[in-house]
């Protein structure tokens, strides 16, 4: 048959046909479908599909594609933040790069760019900051009757160094989990927030360390170092900013620089899950509040039980007569796991006893 020669084959007689015709070249061809296969055969790919099927696609031999095939689909850093907010309940929001100077003065922060002719007053200075940003955006809430806010702006503040993206989070009000319950934010679930965000972008070893700032609370502040590097901050507003602005409540915010966030973030290790049992043990320690860190039980306990520590939280905070005035207490778990054996009590006992030693010689003592 020559190439670009026209046959009528009935349908049933395609695949003989196929079988003993040579080409020689392009075949073109029209096949009759059955009226009863005319709803699943439609196109050419269709029919295709149904030649492979009857001719038996083992039969067709294998043949890798000529181009290599790149199998992970990479997201955009900042997608992932996003997705990771949002899965644990913030929304996002968008706000205006400037800010009016009498907000600025509540912030005790000044601006490095002034617009020479703004359009209003509220447009008059770039922002260092998105702190301000996202208090009035709870500022518009409250006024109308929406007291649980968490929200994050994925933005920029403006130095004279140039524009530096940044991560803002702001949170007040009740949290409402997906198993419906309603909790209020604290220092501890908005730290959890920050924590698990760093974690699941490969941040593993960061530290926490009290900070001082102009408009945060001056004992519910903190920084967040990877080694010498900066990442942020996050802490309580201070009530005389709340105060001023006429805010119904005292709102947790965070700030953090990503392009210093991207330079630490690590892709995740995934490592075997041990088919051995796992260890519990529970610890309290009571403390001078005005003295000692919750951050100093919880990087004593990765010192000490190394490789062996699976996790280390902290499950319960109490304060009141029992332990005395200004004292503290913080109760830990801590779960170990040795991915080729099981622990011993012994093994166990041994390194909760220098736990406990290294934490009475910083002036942590167990609470009995």
């Given at each position: 048959?020559?190439?670009?020669?026209?046959?009528?084959?009935?349908?049933?007689?395609?695949?003989?046909?196929?079988?003993?015709?040579?080409?020689g070249g392009e075949l073109v061809f029209e096949t009759l479908v059955p009226a009863f296969r005319s709803f699943d055969i439609q196109r050419d790919v269709d029919l295709?599909?149904?030649?492979?099927?009857i001719y038996g696609y083992t039969e067709v031999a294998e043949k890798r594609p000529s181009l290599p095939l790149n199998t992970e689909i990479a997201k955009p850093f900042e997608e992932k933040i996003r997705n990771l907010l949002t899965a644990r309940g913030?929304?996002?929001?968008?706000?205006?790069?400037?800010?009016?100077?009498?907000?600025?003065?509540?912030f005790r922060i000044d601006s490095q760019w002034e617009i020479v002719n703004p359009l209003?007053?509220?447009?008059?200075?770039?922002r260092t900051s998105l702190v301000p940003s996202l208090v009035k955006v709870l500022k518009f809430n409250q006024n109308n009757f929406n007291r649980d806010v968490a929200i994050f702006e994925l933005g920029k503040v403006y130095y004279r160094k140039g524009e530096i993206p940044t991560l803002g989070l702001l949170a007040v009000g009740r949290l409402t989990n997906h198993f419906g319950n309603n909790l209020e934010w604290n220092f501890l679930t908005f730290k959890g927030i920050i924590q698990t965000l760093l974690e699941k972008l490969g941040v593993q070893e960061f530290k926490v360390e009290p900070e001082k700032r102009e408009y945060m609370h001056p004992y519910l502040c903190a920084g967040i170092?990877?080694?010498d590097t900066y990442l942020g901050y996050f802490g309580k507003l201070h009530p005389e900013v709340v105060q001023k602005l006429e805010l119904s409540s005292i709102p947790f915010v965070a700030e953090i620089d990503l392009e210093k966030l991207k330079k630490v973030s690590k892709k995740p290790l995934y490592r075997a899950i041990s088919k051995f049992p796992p260890v519990r043990r529970d610890f309290a320690f009571v403390f001078e509040e005005s003295k000692g860190r919750t951050e100093e039980i919880l990087e004593t306990a990765k010192e000490v039980f190394g490789n062996l520590l699976e996790s280390v939280y902290v499950f319960d905070i109490y304060r009141g007569e029992r332990i005395g005035e200004g004292k503290i207490s913080v109760a830990v778990r801590v779960i170990l796991r040795h991915p080729e054996k099981s622990l011993s009590d012994e093994e166990v006992n041994r390194l909760s006893d220098k736990f406990v030693g290294k934490m009475a010689g910083k002036g942590f003592s167990l609470r009995s």
């Open positions: 048959m020559s190439s670009n020669s026209k046959l009528v084959i009935p349908y049933g007689e395609l695949l003989e046909f196929l079988k003993k015709e040579d080409t295709i599909e149904e030649i492979l099927r913030l929304t996002e929001v968008i706000t205006f790069p400037w800010l009016e100077k009498s907000l600025l003065e509540v209003n007053e509220e447009q008059r200075f770039l170092k990877v080694g």
